[in-house]
């Protein structure tokens, strides 16, 4: 059974598109037939973030509007097998994407792919909507800021509200929370909401905790899924969160302040 | 939900994410009381209005209706704002033959 999952947050820049690409990628490495769906008309990104760039030739909206097929318009992943890009398009027209287009590529895909992961743009307005309409899965992604979490508290209101699972009185979407740039530092201080603090607030089930992490700068330089930087921090992280996704028991790391070791020290390691 | 006084008691001097939860955990009770409102409201509103407006000249927004869920019981909510409201001259009940009590009491301002 194909799976859709949304990943989206209400507010921008949050981590929606750097937690699209590694779990797509997570996903594919353990062998599952993914696509990852750029759904911001307009500002196209993921392309980039994925390193494919130069390599975009047709779009969602030409496949939408019949110019293309998918074939034509999925990039193939050189890195990893199984994985595949469908790039958005630049039109500034953001009603570009259908209903009736957006459903008919969905089922597509659907009789092709085991997981397509939509990366949603910013907002809650139709952008959104249209990104979170077919989930069968969300992952809201947050950071432990205060109009992140309440942009992501709107954004499960719409998944009850207007995704197809709730107009269609189906199963309600299985929501996960992805708490992103988390400082253990911060927290510690007091200067920052801790893991407890949100989940109490949203109570959703936790998926992850991504820590803050210069790796995911230095993969986006480069185009590079962060999750492909198995020594980073974050992409550990992403790691164990897809893993999570996917049922395995895996406990949440990077949560403490790192306070060297007497051992450590006494024998240098960083 | 809200911070106990032990919390507050104990809460060091810089301490800026527990003032940030719960401003969240109240603006968020708010919100999602907006949002699970069912869709009878508006209308609800609107009767009352009319019948209240039969007695009281009140105007749109000094009605306010609204449905907070606190664990197992949900509250119906409806404020009338009276202070600005005046007793209509020609009170309808009055043509059905008997005079109606027109003392604050009983109006209930
Ligand atoms: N865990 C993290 N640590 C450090 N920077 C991050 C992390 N996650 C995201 N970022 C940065 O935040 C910015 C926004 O990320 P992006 O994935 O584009 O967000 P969105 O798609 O929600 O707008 C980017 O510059 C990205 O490099
Ligand atoms: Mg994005």
Redesign the pocket.
Same mark, same amino acid.
């Given at each position: 059974m194909s799976k859709v999952i949304t990943i989206t947050?209400g507010k921008?820049? &949050?981590?929606?598109?750097?937690?699209s690409a590694a779990f797509a990628t997570g996903l594919a490495q353990r062998g599952n037939k993914t696509v990852v769906i750029d759904f911001d008309v307009g500002l196209r990104?993921l392309d980039l973030i994925m390193g494919v760039e130069r390599r975009v030739v047709f779009d969602f909206i030409n496949v939408i509007n019949g110019d293309a097929n998918l074939n034509q318009a999925l990039i193939k992943d050189k890195r990893v097998d199984n994985l595949y890009i469908f790039p958005t398009s630049q039109t500034r027209d953001k009603d570009a994407l259908s209903k009736e287009g957006v459903e008919r590529v969905i089922n597509e895909l659907r009789d092709n792919f085991d997981y397509i992961i939509c990366d949603s743009p910013?907002g809650i307005e139709h952008g959104a909507l249209t990104a979170l309409y077919h989930a069968d899965a969300a992952i809201i &992604?947050t950071n432990p800021e205060v109009s992140s979490v309440r942009d992501s508290d709107r954004i499960l209101g719409m998944l009850a509200s207007k995704s197809r699972r709730a107009e269609e009185n189906e199963a309600p979407v299985d929501e996960y929370l992805l708490l992103?740039?988390y400082s253990p530092e911060r927290v510690e201080r007091g200067e920052m909401l801790s893991i407890e603090d949100v989940q109490e607030i949203l109570s959703v089930p936790l998926i992850g905790v991504?820590?803050?992490?210069e790796a995911?700068?230095k993969a986006?330089n480069t185009g590079m899924p962060v999750i492909l930087d198995t020594e980073s921090t974050?992409g550990i992280a992403y790691g164990d969160a897809v893993a999570r996704f996917l049922g395995e028991q895996r406990e949440m790391r990077f949560l403490k302040t790192q306070k060297k070791s007497l051992l450590r020290t006494l024998f240098g390691k960083a | 939900m809200m911070m106990s006084i032990m919390e507050r008691l104990f809460r060091k001097r810089n301490d800026t994410a527990s003032v940030a939860k719960e401003r969240l955990q109240i603006v968020l009770a708010h919100e999602r009381a907006g949002r699970t409102a069912p869709d009878f409201l508006p209308l609800l509103q609107k009767e009352l209005l009319s019948v209240v407006a039969k007695y009281l000249e009140v105007e749109d927004e000094m009605i306010k209706i609204t449905l907070e869920k606190a664990g197992e019981v949900s509250v119906l909510e409806i404020n009338v704002e009276l202070d600005k409201a005046r007793i209509r001259k020609s009170l309808p009940i009055a043509t059905e033959g008997k005079p109606i009590e027109t003392k604050k009491a009983a109006a209930g301002i």
């Amino acid at each position: 059974m194909s799976k859709v999952i949304t990943i989206t947050s209400g507010k921008g820049g &949050v981590g929606k598109t750097t937690t699209s690409a590694a779990f797509a990628t997570g996903l594919a490495q353990r062998g599952n037939k993914t696509v990852v769906i750029d759904f911001d008309v307009g500002l196209r990104n993921l392309d980039l973030i994925m390193g494919v760039e130069r390599r975009v030739v047709f779009d969602f909206i030409n496949v939408i509007n019949g110019d293309a097929n998918l074939n034509q318009a999925l990039i193939k992943d050189k890195r990893v097998d199984n994985l595949y890009i469908f790039p958005t398009s630049q039109t500034r027209d953001k009603d570009a994407l259908s209903k009736e287009g957006v459903e008919r590529v969905i089922n597509e895909l659907r009789d092709n792919f085991d997981y397509i992961i939509c990366d949603s743009p910013a907002g809650i307005e139709h952008g959104a909507l249209t990104a979170l309409y077919h989930a069968d899965a969300a992952i809201i &992604v947050t950071n432990p800021e205060v109009s992140s979490v309440r942009d992501s508290d709107r954004i499960l209101g719409m998944l009850a509200s207007k995704s197809r699972r709730a107009e269609e009185n189906e199963a309600p979407v299985d929501e996960y929370l992805l708490l992103t740039r988390y400082s253990p530092e911060r927290v510690e201080r007091g200067e920052m909401l801790s893991i407890e603090d949100v989940q109490e607030i949203l109570s959703v089930p936790l998926i992850g905790v991504i820590p803050e992490s210069e790796a995911v700068l230095k993969a986006s330089n480069t185009g590079m899924p962060v999750i492909l930087d198995t020594e980073s921090t974050a992409g550990i992280a992403y790691g164990d969160a897809v893993a999570r996704f996917l049922g395995e028991q895996r406990e949440m790391r990077f949560l403490k302040t790192q306070k060297k070791s007497l051992l450590r020290t006494l024998f240098g390691k960083a | 939900m809200m911070m106990s006084i032990m919390e507050r008691l104990f809460r060091k001097r810089n301490d800026t994410a527990s003032v940030a939860k719960e401003r969240l955990q109240i603006v968020l009770a708010h919100e999602r009381a907006g949002r699970t409102a069912p869709d009878f409201l508006p209308l609800l509103q609107k009767e009352l209005l009319s019948v209240v407006a039969k007695y009281l000249e009140v105007e749109d927004e000094m009605i306010k209706i609204t449905l907070e869920k606190a664990g197992e019981v949900s509250v119906l909510e409806i404020n009338v704002e009276l202070d600005k409201a005046r007793i209509r001259k020609s009170l309808p009940i009055a043509t059905e033959g008997k005079p109606i009590e027109t003392k604050k009491a009983a109006a209930g301002i």
